[in-house]
Structures are given as C-alpha cells and as structure tokens.
C-alpha cells in the first residue's frame, strides 16, 4: 500500500481526530498511529506569554519538512506520516504543530515521530516572535534543539 | 539574485526581500554577508554577528562557505525557532 504522506502549512487550527483518520484511510496495515501535538505555553521562564507570532519561508519550509518526512520513510517502516505546522499568531494553548506516523509496529511510529519533531525545531525555517508584559521579542534558538537532532546521526 | 531576509534580520535592513547582483569578487555566503553589511548601517547592524546568521541558497540550508554561484535565491535569517 502507497504511504500516506501529508504535509502542510497553514493559519488555521487542526483538528487531530480528523487528520488521524485521514492518514490511515485506506490502510488495513497500521498497528500504531503516534501524535505529537506541539502547543503554546502561557509562560516562559517567570514571564507570562500573551502571544506568538510564527513567521515562516514559505517554499522553504514545505521543502525543508518533505525532506526531513523522505529521511524518516526510508529509515523506518511507515505506512504514514502527516506534518502539519501553523504560522501567524497563536495564543497560549493553542496548537502550534502537529506530527503523526502510522506504521504496522509501535517502534517505528514512535521513533519517526520523536526523529521528525527533533529535525523540525533544528532545521525547519521558522520563527517565533513573543509578546509578554516586557514587549515583543524574537524567541532565541535553543542548543539543545540542534543536539537533539544530532543524536539521530547514523554512526 | 534575489535576496530574502526574514525574523529580526528582515526587521533591522526594513526589506523582506530585493535583487541584486553583486561583484564576481564575492564568491561565497560569508563573502557576500561581508559585502551586504557595507551597503549601509541597517545591512550592518543585520550582518553584525555573522557566526549567528544561517543562510540558504535555493530553499536549501548551507553553509558560510558554500558557493553563490548560480543562485537563483539565498536567504539570510537567525537560527530558528519552528516545531
């Protein structure tokens, strides 16, 4: 059976329910279905969050992600993956990305999506500006993100 | 070619976007964000910390010292912050 592969960017919210029927539909092979949903905290260190605004490369980004979904399909076995990432202003608790990987066995789901979520804060270009009590200020890369995704290297 | 800036890079040069073509002298990223910061003090403040600015060219991440040559579009923006 041909993946089910989604991937898109957009303003919107997403509905996960929805969007795991979709990717296993037509599908009697998947045994696990992973989801990660990532989600706008109301608090950064001690300071309140009011919002975010992600900006994004558009083209880039789509490219980026297909990239990064056509690595994790030809490491793992995967009868599915859906990324999907909002841009524009988002407020605390709402949804910011979602990632789900299907597959016959749990490992592969499992681990695709943990690969996946580690390669998007690393690589996928996007940024997200604050705004707090303080002002409004870009939100700062993290290192740990890009060890994070190091630790996928093959040896 | 076509230059696009983003996050707070986009913010201090006031552009999103612009064409230019610059000499055949500035052969690679690090050359040309060396050449872009001359320009003017908006391209310099941007350019200021050049270890900090990723770049790609062609919807594709590289590095300093990738080549420029042939490039339709190179994009200069901070580390980033998605997922």
Redesign the interface.
């Known amino acids: 059976m041909t993946a089910n592969v989604t991937i898109r960017i957009q303003q919107a919210d997403f509905d996960i329910a929805r969007e795991i029927s979709a990717l296993t539909e037509g599908h009697t092979d998947i045994g696990a279905v992973v989801s990660f949903s990532g989600i706008c905290r109301g608090s950064e260190a001690s300071e309140t969050i009011a919002a975010l605004t992600l900006e994004h490369y558009p083209g880039m980004a789509e490219e980026e992600i297909a990239r990064h979904v056509d690595t994790a399909m030809s490491r793992w076995p995967l009868s599915g993956v859906s990324v999907i990432h909002r841009v524009g202003r988002i407020i605390p608790g709402d949804n910011i990305v979602l990632v789900l990987t299907a597959s016959e066995h749990r490992q592969a789901a499992f681990q695709a999506a943990e690969f996946l979520m580690d390669y998007l804060k690393a690589n996928a270009p996007f940024w997200k500006r604050e705004e707090s009590a303080g002002g409004t200020s870009w939100v700062e890369a993290r290192h740990h993100d890009d060890d994070a995704a190091a630790r996928w290297a093959k040896p | 070619m076509k230059l696009?800036y983003?996050?707070?890079v986009r913010e201090r040069i006031g552009k999103s976007e612009e064409t230019l073509e610059p000499p055949s002298s500035v052969r690679t990223v690090e050359e040309l964000m060396a050449w872009l910061a001359k320009r003017d003090e908006t391209y310099a403040h941007a350019f200021e910390t050049p270890k900090v600015i990723r770049a790609?060219i062609d919807?594709?991440?590289v590095k300093p010292d990738a080549a420029i040559a042939g490039a339709r579009e190179i994009?200069f923006?901070?580390?980033?912050?998605?997922?």
């Open positions: 696009k983003f996050a707070w790609a919807h594709a991440h994009a923006f901070p580390p980033m912050t998605g997922g």
